[in-house]
């Protein structure tokens, strides 16, 4: 059978063919504003995405003048810090609509690694194309899966536009204004579009205003400084798996008055059917912290404390 060659088949083949071309060694790109943040300013930190993703947003958020070193995958980011290439990681690790990023856990618990601060970031898709574009000429919308389910009213108004799945959400965007794709368009942030120099034809197409992720700062443990002013602890524990266990675990904690504020269960690997909790609990004294590990000890096969930071207000 002959291949197809249609102009469509071939545009949408040029697009796959140009995805996830990050460079073997992450890039980095420096910022000059004043850092507001306790942490160290100038630093090196790694994030999963593009340049202009929500994730550099995030860390712009957090450290203005941070040197952002984009990496493919999450877990490339943990490497780099665990490697000492950069000196922190910021990380999405919930969604108020698309929940929790499972991954993420598994990479807290697996890595030396300490969270000492998170920030929430309000989302706001845009339906972003190469300048002389209009919506009419639109039937491609590349995005990250998640952003494509964020928009789906906007989508269904638009039956025309076939939407396709893209690693990343500022990567589509460089990849628009790469390829010269006139047909084509990217869901993503503000900044994405300009980063790359692409035109905004439709600002926040998101079906719900109330979109909001929440971000990790994450240093290697042994650098992590202890934030006095912290009113929020994550941890990780298992229990035995016996009858009551993880309910005797929860009552040592509402005996000791923590509010617990998210409860997330992940599966033990190699283990079917054991699994590990995290939970971040509000902190109202300087001790609540400890006495929390320490009601929890005698109730917990294993027991980690993720970190103690200050709680990000909206």
Request: overall charge negative.
């Amino acid at each position: 059978m002959a291949p197809d060659t249609t102009p469509e088949k071939s545009a949408i083949e040029r697009w796959y063919g140009a995805r996830k071309r990050f460079s073997q060694s992450p890039v980095a790109t420096g910022f000059a504003e004043t850092s507001a943040s306790g942490i160290a300013s100038g630093i090196k930190i790694a994030i999963q995405g593009e340049p202009g993703s929500f994730s550099y947003e995030a860390t712009i958020q957090l450290i203005p003048d941070a040197t952002i070193v984009p990496c493919a995958l999450s877990a490339d980011a943990f490497g780099a810090l665990a490697d000492k290439f950069v000196d922190a990681a910021v990380i999405p690790i919930e969604n108020s609509l698309a929940g929790s990023v499972l991954e993420h856990f598994d990479l807290l618990l697996k890595h030396d690694v300490t969270v000492v601060q998170e920030t929430l970031l309000r989302i706001r898709h845009n339906l972003i194309a190469i300048s002389g574009t209009t919506i009419a000429d639109i039937d491609r919308v590349f995005s990250h899966p998640v952003a494509l389910a964020q928009c789906r009213k906007f989508l269904a108004d638009h039956p025309r536009m076939e939407s396709f799945a893209f690693y990343d959400t500022a990567g589509s965007v460089k990849q628009l204004v790469e390829l010269r794709d006139h047909h084509a368009a990217a869901i993503a942030s503000e900044a994405a579009a300009r980063y790359y120099g692409a035109e905004i034809l439709q600002a926040n197409i998101e079906d719900d205003a109330e979109n909001f992720t929440r971000f990790f700062l994450v240093q290697r443990s042994q650098d992590a400084v202890p934030n006095p002013a912290a009113n929020k602890i994550s941890l990780a524990f298992s229990v035995e798996n016996r009858p009551g266990s993880l309910v005797a675990a929860l009552n040592e904690l509402s005996g000791i008055g923590t509010n617990l504020t998210k409860i997330e269960s992940r599966p033990v690997h190699g283990k079917p059917w054991e699994y590990v909790f995290y939970v971040d609990c509000q902190l109202h004294s300087a001790n609540e912290g400890g006495l929390a590990l320490e009601a929890l000890k005698p109730h917990c096969a294993m027991l980690k404390e993720l970190g103690r930071y200050q709680e990000a207000a909206l």
